[in-house]
């Protein structure tokens, strides 16, 4: 069973899930199993253990160590943005490090991560994107306090909606830090949590000409108080208030701030019958006001959806459904709303040879006007030879389409498709 704080962890994290977009909401861009960044969303068939294929891990007193090392050789149709175009082959590198107290009470829990990606066509498109992540809980009774803190580098996709049409992948860092404390009383659990992530842009160069992206910079601070009710088992209940705080720290000189301050109300429920049927809702409203007149308050409808179907233990199907605020890549655009849906099926054909297939939508629409429309499309076969070698081969179709209507410089369109071949080894 998942703790109470993990679970709200899971609502109050994925009610804006788009990361990168999002500055407020980062839950996709930390790993699972880290206390205080917790974010499993349950059970599927290519997330479930099946304890013969999995690595035994390394044991050093009461703690457990898994390294492991990815190799992946692809080929992309696309990897200039717009209005380029050109293929490349690939090989991908990803090195990993996770580490897990085994204690009958408390956790702490670490991530060390790289992917590296060389282009062998265009070698100035090579990236490295880094993941350190460590957390810990404190039992305190039947009460929880979380610690948690992450550094990681990125770079941004072309294959994103409002992407910017960068010569090169746009590198930033974020520096994350968080704190929850989870009081259980019987069915009602009351979780306050802080939460403080800086980040911060390199400067790149758009058509050959120089970029500054400092405008981008940002402190982004939150507070917010959660509610959970278990009215059965499997079976909850939950109110959110959340508060936001966004202060850009390196507006240029003459340029409107686009700093806000948001207020986010919430309730929903999570309800699982323990056989074949998984719905979850989270439903409310936020009110976003902006420290420059120049900018209108925005009033918007947010939420969250998704409902899982497992009709036999070789089949799972999950469809999701997400509207949130995010900030914007753009210069003088203060924000957009972000809607997406996605379809996933997994499918156990053999024990060790899973299918996964995917299908999603995307819209942007900007705060100033205008609107942006993307698509994915992904199938992938994973072949689990022994606990310790794992081969897998994807495939995903990405479509996004030019900006509509946007003012000022608008977002460009892009197309890839990209497949990949990978060996993972893991002790």
Not at 92 to 120: I, M
Not at 379 to 392: E, T
Request: charged share 15%; glycine share 10%.
């Amino acid at each position: 069973m998942r703790s109470p704080l993990a679970w709200t962890l899971v609502i109050v994290l994925s009610a804006a899930g788009n990361g990168r977009a999002a500055a407020e909401m980062l839950s996709v861009l930390f790993p699972d199993s880290i206390p205080g960044y917790d974010t499993a969303d349950g059970v599927t068939v290519q997330s479930r253990l099946h304890p013969d294929q999995m690595p035994l891990g390394l044991r050093a007193g009461t703690f457990r160590f898994w390294p492991t090392l990815s190799e992946g050789f692809g080929y992309t149709s696309n990897v200039l943005p717009s209005p380029y175009r050109q293929g490349s082959w690939q090989i991908v590198t990803e090195p990993a490090l996770t580490v897990a107290s085994d204690w009958s009470r408390n956790a702490f829990g670490a991530v060390l991560s790289a992917q590296d990606t060389r282009y062998l066509s265009q070698p100035d498109q090579d990236r490295t994107d880094a993941t350190l992540s460590a957390g810990g809980r404190t039992d305190i009774g039947e009460n929880q306090l979380s610690l948690a803190a992450a550094q990681l580098f990125r770079h941004e996709d072309p294959a994103q909606l409002d992407a910017l049409p960068s010569d090169q992948p746009i590198a930033f860092q974020i520096q994350d830090v968080r704190a929850s404390y989870a009081w259980n009383g019987g069915r009602w659990s009351l979780v306050p949590s802080l939460e403080l992530s800086n980040w911060t842009y390199d400067s790149t160069a758009i058509m050959g000409v120089p970029t500054s992206e400092a405008y981008r910079d940002r402190l982004v601070t939150q507070g917010a108080v959660a509610l959970r009710y278990e009215w059965a088992p499997l079976r909850n209940i939950l109110f959110v208030l959340r508060a936001l705080g966004q202060d850009y720290t390196r507006t240029p000189a003459g340029q409107t701030t686009p700093d806000s301050t948001g207020y986010q109300a919430l309730t929903g429920f999570d309800y699982d019958d323990n056989a074949v049927w998984r719905w979850r809702l989270l439903i409310g409203g936020e009110a976003r006001r902006f420290a420059s007149p120049v900018y209108p308050q925005q009033n918007t409808l947010i939420a969250e959806a998704g409902v899982t179907w497992a009709p036999s233990g070789m089949t799972t199907a999950g469809l999701t459904f997400s509207r949130e605020t995010a900030d914007a890549a753009q210069e003088g655009v203060s924000g957009l709303i972000y809607t997406a849906a996605r379809l996933t099926i997994d499918y156990e054909i053999l024990r060790n040879l899973l299918l996964k297939a995917t299908f999603g939508a995307q819209r942007a629409d900007f705060f100033q006007g205008g609107c942006q429309f993307g698509s994915t499309a992904g199938f992938g076969l994973v072949w689990a030879v022994n606990r310790s070698v794992r081969v897998s081969f994807t495939y995903d179709q990405t479509e996004v389409q030019p900006s509509h209507g946007q003012p000022g410089t608008s977002s460009p369109g892009y197309s890839r498709g990209l497949g990949l071949i990978a060996f993972r080894i893991g002790l």
